[in-house]
């Protein structure tokens, strides 16, 4: 048998038949003399090329599902509860990364608030309006079936089959993350603790601008704070006058003293936190309100300043540099005039709703524009670490969570933010996270009329 690339000797044999012509023995002969030729040449050698080996042919992993495209409309001249979130046309790929526990928790805190509210009150979901009843029949429903089925394929086609999906409005939604920091304090100064934390000062004023009859017509204008000047209103200090001119210091209005006044600015930030005493004690803090100047980025001034460069724009990045530089701390702090009160809290972090928030179950978003306390899907991405917790990439995630808690940098119908609890890890994904993701509320389709 011949193998690949072996070499093989061709040889010619003729027989001759006898032949009966003298012009067949003349071409007998030429054949005879042809053949004697070719027996006295050398051998000839053909070599048999062996077969080109190809490369395996490859296999594209199946791709993953992209993100949800939201269909590209012209964005509003300003976002409003009616505009800011619209019917899909189906369900996304759900589902959910996190234990089904948490979930139920979310939920339960969820409806216990909504328990108490007027069932006949509504909720805008974008163009519907939908009653607090409704609300609460399909959180109930979804919760019902979460603890038979657990999140499962099963459970994900009851609610793709049953439930309809209203999705931002937005053609993208940022998502950033928010914690609860910890900080280290007392209840008395010190010279180791003399940074305060402060409570609402009695002298700050809220203005419901829809309450007047010229702002009547007019749709989302927010309260305005301020304080009185006489018979004036003035806006309230910012954080440069009450941090760095001491507007409020004597007055009897702080609630605890920390180390730190950098970790002070970031607890303004995540609106919430936890003051670890000395003799062990942990005090929970959370919002009480706020001196109604517009929230300011730090990262933009530092920024700006060119004081760092973008790869110092985790939280953890813009706090290392600020207590390495002590002497930019009152310019960069003043730069935003925000500032919040706070108050001495039973538990830990509680959202605006008036429910304790779950790790990973809880997000902020614009009350002016979604349903507060209301169920959602998010999709986005967190990030992935290495020995050394820096951030190595990002993984695609969904996930139910309860629209809880507001911000005062989450405006606009383009912004969520996940709460991720307390702790270092909830700290370094909170600090780096600011991914593009999909946000849709879901209710349980209404019956047909009979």
């Not at 809290?345 to 509680?350: G, L, P, R």
């Not at 190595?392 to 507001?406: I, K, M, S």
């Not at 702790?423 to 879901?442: C, I, K, N």
Request: charged content about 20%; some cysteine; overall charge neutral.
């Amino acid at each position: 048998m011949i193998q690949s690339g072996d070499f093989v000797i061709v040889r010619t044999y003729v027989i001759l038949a006898a032949m009966k012509s003298t012009r067949t023995i003349l071409l007998a002969g030429v054949l005879v003399i042809a053949v004697l030729y070719t027996a006295c040449e050398p051998e000839k050698k053909i070599y048999v090329a062996p077969p080109v080996a190809l490369p395996p042919a490859t296999v594209e992993p199946p791709a993953k599902p992209p993100l949800p495209v939201i269909e590209q409309l012209p964005l509003p001249a300003a976002w409003t509860a009616e505009n800011a979130l619209r019917l899909a046309p189906g369900a996304p790929w759900l589902r959910d990364d996190q234990p089904a526990q948490g979930l139920l928790d979310a939920l339960d805190l969820s409806l216990e608030k909504f328990a108490a509210m007027d069932p006949d009150a509504l909720l805008r979901f974008g163009a519907n309006a939908v009653t607090v009843a409704r609300v609460v029949a399909s959180m109930t429903d979804f919760r019902a079936r979460l603890a038979e089925m657990g999140l499962s394929d099963a459970f994900f086609r009851y609610l793709r089959e049953n439930y309809v999906f209203y999705s931002s409005a937005s053609p993208r939604v940022t998502f950033t993350g928010y914690y609860e920091p910890l900080l280290r304090g007392a209840l008395r100064p010190s010279a180791q603790y003399p940074y305060p934390l402060y409570g609402r000062p009695d002298d700050l004023v809220t203005v419901d601008l829809p309450r007047f009859y010229f702002y009547r017509e007019q749709d989302n204008l927010p309260q305005i704070r301020g304080r009185l000047d006489g018979n004036r209103l003035v806006p309230y200090h910012t954080r440069e006058e009450i941090d760095f001119q001491g507007r409020l210091a004597g007055r009897g209005l702080e609630i605890a003293w920390t180390d730190s006044l950098v970790d002070n600015f970031f607890l303004h930030i995540q609106g919430s936190g936890v003051v670890q005493l000395d003799d062990g004690r942990r005090v929970f803090v959370g919002y009480a309100d706020q001196n109604g100047h517009p929230f300011r980025s730090l990262g933009n001034y530092l920024l700006e300043k060119q004081l760092i460069g973008r790869g110092q724009l985790s939280l953890q990045g813009m706090k290392t540099f600020l207590k390495e530089r002590p002497d930019v701390i009152p310019g960069a702090l003043s730069a935003n005039p925000s500032y919040i009160f706070f108050k001495i809290s039973e538990q830990s972090a509680t959202g605006t709703f008036g429910a304790r928030l779950t790790p990973w179950r809880s997000v902020a978003s614009d009350p002016r524009l979604f349903p507060l306390g209301a169920l959602a899907w998010i999709e986005c991405e967190k990030p992935v670490f290495d020995a050394r917790k820096r951030i190595t990439g990002w993984e695609r995630f969904g996930r139910f969570v309860l629209n809880q808690d507001t911000g005062g940098a989450i405006r606009g119908a383009d912004r969520v933010d996940l709460f991720t609890g307390h702790g270092e890890l909830s700290e370094l994904v909170a600090g780096g996270m600011r991914q593009p993701g999909a946000l849709y509320f879901l209710l349980k389709k209404e019956p047909p009329l009979q």
